[in-house]
């Protein structure tokens, strides 16, 4: 069945660095735009970045352009996330999936990030 596994969240100060890791397995994972997205306590769910087929184009949201960067390994099914110069504000659970979410792609248990000094 379709799987995501997130990881490589944990707590870090502002202006520090992460990077998040997404292994997806149970689908054709080439053939999907894939995406990262955010939910914060007492938020919904939020779009942060998506990443089409091939990896030649890429989307971000406003909130984070210029610090986030969206890549993908189609060998090893794994879409990641570089976030850089973190802000408090980023604080969420962190979740990968596609980009046009589908039936029967369910999430994963996220990776949770903490921006705090």
């Known amino acids: 069945q379709v799987q995501f596994v997130e990881s490589g969240g944990g707590l870090v100060q502002p202006g520090g660095s992460l990077r998040l890791s997404c292994a997806a397995s149970?689908?054709?994972?080439?053939?999907?735009?894939m995406a990262w997205y955010r939910q914060a306590p007492g938020k919904e769910r939020e779009l942060v970045a998506s990443?089409?087929?091939?990896?030649?184009?890429?989307k971000y949201a406003d909130s984070v352009k210029g610090r986030f960067t969206i890549s993908r390994d189609n060998a090893k099914n794994t879409v990641y996330l570089q976030m850089n110069s973190l802000k408090p504000e980023d604080t969420a659970g962190y979740y990968c999936?596609?980009?046009?979410?589908?039936?029967?792609?369910?999430w994963g248990q996220g990776t949770q990030v903490i921006v705090s000094s």
């Open positions: 990443i089409t087929t091939l990896g030649g184009s890429t």
């Open positions: 149970g689908f054709s994972f080439s053939a999907y735009n």
């Open positions: 999936n596609l980009e046009v979410l589908r039936s029967g792609y369910g």
